[in-house]
């Protein structure tokens, strides 16, 4: 079955096999939190995206694959997108990651804090890190150069389908998160770039691109 994206809490995971990389996706919770687990093809190693909610459910997900888990990154310190990460840390002696300034906020401190321009390696896959500042303090995104195809990144709350995250709340800046989001995603990858964001569908930056003055304009 081709991969289109679309899950449902609770619902079948959606698959996508690349050359060297697995990309698993769920929803869990009524808030629609998308968990994704990557696996690497040659090794087996295993890195999950947010570990937020359904614990259950994840390790149902990480069974899926191969079993193990070698990695946890957390996108950002929100509680929708943490509430399994101490469960399943504590399940699988996974090594977490999260982004240096959301990192004292989150259940379970992270064993390493990640900044812009970082890596995260697991099997022989490599991802980017890119700190994307607004939404929360240490939110960060990670990125898939797949060299074999295009790129794959997994934004968090700070890239969405039709705009980017939600800069409502006290200490939020849309400012800040439209600057980040233009300079270091937008600018750096092309239009056929897919996004994974933290709860919904997927999109990809041409078909938000064309769009990105009308989010300037209308501020969120």
Same mark, same amino acid.
């Given at each position: ?40 093809? +040659? #090794? /087996? =190693?295993?890195?999950?995206?947010? %570990?937020?909610?359904?614990? !259950? *459910? ?22 929708d997108?943490?509430?399994?990460l101490?469960?399943?840390a504590? +399940? #699988? /002696? =996974?090594?977490?990651?999260?982004? %240096?300034?959301?990192?004292? !906020? *989150? ?37 898939y150069p ?75």
């Open positions: 079955m081709s991969y289109t994206g679309d899950v449902t809490p609770g619902g079948p995971t959606e698959v996508r096999e690349l050359s060297r990389l697995t990309i698993r996706k769920i929803s869990v919770s009524a808030m629609h939190n998308n968990v994704y687990l990557l696996t690497c093809s +040659a #090794t /087996g =190693a295993q890195l999950l995206i947010d %570990a937020a909610h359904d614990p !259950a *459910l994840i390790q149902t997900l990480i069974a899926e694959g191969t079993g193990r888990l070698d990695a946890i990154v957390t996108t950002h310190q929100h509680w997108h943490t509430r399994a101490a469960e399943i504590a +399940a #699988t /002696g =996974a090594r977490t990651y999260a982004g %240096a300034d959301d990192a004292d !906020a *989150l259940p379970v401190p992270p064993d390493v804090r990640l900044s812009d321009g970082d890596t995260v390696t697991f099997g022989e896959i490599t991802l980017d890190v890119i700190h994307l500042r607004g939404h929360t303090p240490g939110s960060v995104a990670l990125s797949d060299p074999d195809g295009h790129a794959h990144i997994f934004t968090g709350d700070s890239l969405f389908p039709g705009g980017v995250g939600n800069t409502k709340n006290e200490g939020q800046s849309f400012e800040s998160l439209y600057a980040d989001v233009t300079s270091r995603i937008f600018d750096r990858y092309d239009d056929d770039t897919w996004i994974y964001p933290g709860h919904g569908a997927d999109t990809t930056l041409g078909v938000e691109r064309p769009h990105l003055a009308e989010w300037r304009e209308r501020g969120w």
